[in-house]
C-alpha cells in the first residue's frame, strides 16, 4: 500500500527536517536491539518523539530481527511503511527490506555481502529466495544481494557501503589493542553513528546516548572503545558521504519533560504505582519482560505525602507452571495483598480453571495478558489481537470478569493501575489486555500521573474493624444489592470462612440446594451490573470526532488506535472526515454507549488484528449493530497509518465490493 503514501508525503522536491522513519536488520543475537535503542536514545536526548516497533523470530539466535524507529518534533503514536533510511548487518535485511526504502532515502550496508547469493542467504525460505529470484531476472538483473542494491539505486535510493571490518580495526588502532573479537561488538555503534551523521544529528547525542547505555557497566574500557567507535564512524560518514547527503534530516528541538518507555514497562510501572505487591509468572514471550522489568525494579520510591518512608517494594515469583502462577497469586490475594499474574495465550490457557476458583470465591486478581499469534504455539513473538472471545468467555460454567483493553503506552500504565481497583472493588478477576504489538513497541509519552487514579480497596475489612460483627458469624458471601460483600483477609481474628471450588453458602461451605444455586449466582453476576453503572463512559470508550459531519465512523480496541488516529489526519488532508470509537471495556460490555455512538453512522468500518473481527461480533452480540465492513490483519504484524489511510480510500471508493480488507504489509 506504499504509493498512495508516497504521493503524499513527498520527499523529493524540499528538505524534511525531524519527519523520519529508520529501520535497522540483522541476525537475532548481533545487536539490532542495542543499535535500536542507541539511535532512539540519541533522538530523545535532541528532544524529538519518537516511536519504535521490533520484530524477531521466537528463536535465540540466528533468524532475522529488525527494528524500525519512527521520529519527529510532535507526538507520534504508530509506525509507517516505507523506510527512508536502512542500516544493514547482513545480506537477509537488504534481501526483505531494500524494497520499502523510499525512492530518495538511503542504505547502509557492509560491500562484503553485496556477492552474497541470494540462494546462500540460508535464513531465507526456499520459495522466497525462488521468488526474488525470477523478479530480479525479469529486471535483467544477477541473482546476489549486489542485484538488490542495484535495483534499489534505479528506483533513486542512495547507497552508503561502510567497511564495518576495516573500521573496527581503525578503532582498534587508536586504542592500542588487538583484540579485535571483543571490538566487533561495536560494529552495532558504528551503523548507527553513520546513520545519524548521514541525518545531520550531532554526535554528542550519540556519545551520551553510549554512555547512558554502559554506565551500569562500571567498565570505563567498553565505555571509551564505543566512544572510540562513534567518532570513527562519524569521521568516515563525512569524508565519504559528506556531498551525498539526504533529503531528510535530524535537528534538536527544546522539548518538556517525557519518558521514554517500552508498553510492557508502562503496564509494570502502573502496578508499581496502583499498589500491586505480588507479581507471580512463568516465563513466555512476550509476557515475560513485564515480570523481568519489575524483578529489576523491586525496591522503589513511593510517591506518598511523607507520612511513609517513601520507599516500597514488590516480590516477584517465577513459579512452576501456570497454574501455580495464577493459584500463588490468588493466595497472596486472599491475604490482602494487592496480586497480579502475566501470561500470554498458551499460558492463560492453563490458568483458566484457577479464574474459575476466582470468580466463585470472589477473590481480587489481575491477570495481565499479552495476546500474541495463535493457536497452539502459533507465533510467539508476533502480535495478533485474536484473544477477546477467549477472554470473554474462558470459563467452565459463568462467572463474572472484567476486561480491560489497552491502546497505547498511557492506557497501558493508566489500566493497570484501574485494575487493580476494579478486581478491589467488585471483588473478582479483571483482565489486563494487552497485544505483542504493544508490549514491544517503545516511544516517547508525556509522564504519566498516578495522583490522577486514587486507589481505592472497595468493602476491605481492615484490622480496626474489629467487633463489627457482634458476636454473630461472618457471612463471607452474604447477598448484597450490589453484589458485593465486605471482604476480610486471612487470619484475621473474628472473621473465619471457607473457601472451595464447590458451589457454597453465605459461609462459603458447600451448598447446592437450588435456592441456594440461584441466590450466588445472581450475587456474583449482579456485579457486572454494579461495575457497569459505576465505572465512568471516559473508562469505557474513548471518542475521536471528525471535524464536521463525518463521512465515515471507524470502531476498533487495542494497539490500532495509534495507527487510525494517525491515518484520520491523513484523510482529514484528503477531504474525508472521519470519526473512531475505541473501545477500552470489554466485559461489562458498554453497549449502549455503543450504540448511541454508532446508530446514527451512515458507514462504519471495523479495523481490528485479527482474522474474524472478534470486536464487531460482541458489538452485534451486544449492542445489536452488524458492522458490515471489517478492514482485519492477521499477519502478526503490527498496523501501519498507511494501511488505515488506504484501506479506508478503497471503501470509500467502492464499498460493495470491499466489505472486507485484509492487510498484508511487513516482512
Known sequence: MGPAWQREVSRVSTKVVNELNWMIGGAQGSGVDLS??????????????????????????????????????RQIRSKVDEVDLLAAFDAETLVRHADVVNPTGGIVYDPAVSQTPIEKVDTLYKDEARQIQVRLAQEGLGSDVGAILEEAKRRGVKLFPVPYGTLVQEVAKRLGTSELARLNRIINVLAVSVSLSLLGLDRSYMKESVRQAFSASRKQKLVDMNLAGVDRAYEFAEEKFGERGLPVSLAPIQNGPRMFVVGNQAVALGKMAGGCRLQTYYPITPASDESEFLEAHENFALLGDGSDDGKGSIVVVQTEDEIAAITMAIGGALTGTRAATSTSGPGFSLMVEGMGWAGMNEVPLVITLYQRGGPSTGMPTRTEQGDLKFVLNASHGESPRIVLCSGDMEECFYDAFRAMNYAERYQLPVIHLVDKGLANSNMTILPPDPKLVDIGRGKLILAGDHGA???????????????????????????????????????????????????????????????????????????????????????????????????????????????????????????????????????????????????????????????????????????????????????????????????????
Open 36 to 73: 535500536a535503542s542507541s539511535f532512539a536514545r540519541s533522538c530523545v536526548l535532541a528532544g524529538l518523539w519518537v516511536y519504535g516497533t521490533r520484530e524477531y523470530y521466537s528463536n535465540i539466535k540466528g533468524l532475522h530481527s529488525y527494528f524500525e524507529i519512527r521520529t519527529s518534533d
Open 469 to 667: 460483627l457482634q458476636g454473630e458469624e461472618y457471612r463471607r458471601f452474604a447477598p448484597a444489592e450490589d453484589g458485593i460483600s465486605p471482604r476480610a483477609v486471612l487470619g484475621l481474628k473474628g472473621y473465619r470462612f471457607w473457601n472451595t471450588g464447590d458451589e457454597h453458602d453465605e459461609l462459603g461451605h458447600i451448598n447446592e440446594n437450588s435456592e441456594n444455586r440461584i441466590k450466588m449466582m445472581k450475587k456474583r453476576m449482579t456485579k457486572l451490573e454494579t461495575a457497569d453503572r459505576e465505572i465512568p463512559t471516559a473508562e469505557k470508550v474513548s471518542f475521536y470526532p471528525a471535524k464536521g459531519r463525518p463521512d465515515v465512523t471507524l470502531v476498533s480496541w487495542g494497539s490500532s488506535k495509534g495507527a487510525i488516529l494517525e491515518g484520520m489526519e491523513l484523510l482529514e488532508r484528503r477531504g474525508i472526515k472521519a470519526e473512531f470509537l475505541q473501545i477500552r471495556l470489554a466485559s461489562p460490555f458498554p453497549a449502549q454507549v455503543v450504540r448511541e455512538r454508532l446508530s446514527g453512522s451512515e458507514l462504519i468500518v471495523d479495523i481490528e488484528q485479527n482474522y474474524s473481527a472478534q470486536m464487531a461480533a460482541v458489538i452485534a452480540e451486544k449492542a445489536q449493530i452488524n458492522i458490515k465492513h471489517k478492514v482485519v490483519k492477521f499477519n502478526g504484524r503490527p498496523i501501519s497509518l498507511n494501511e488505515v489511510y488506504d484501506s479506508i480510500r478503497l471503501i470509500m471508493a467502492r464499498p460493495e465490493a470491499n466489505e472486507r480488507v485484509i492487510l498484508t504489509h511487513g516482512a
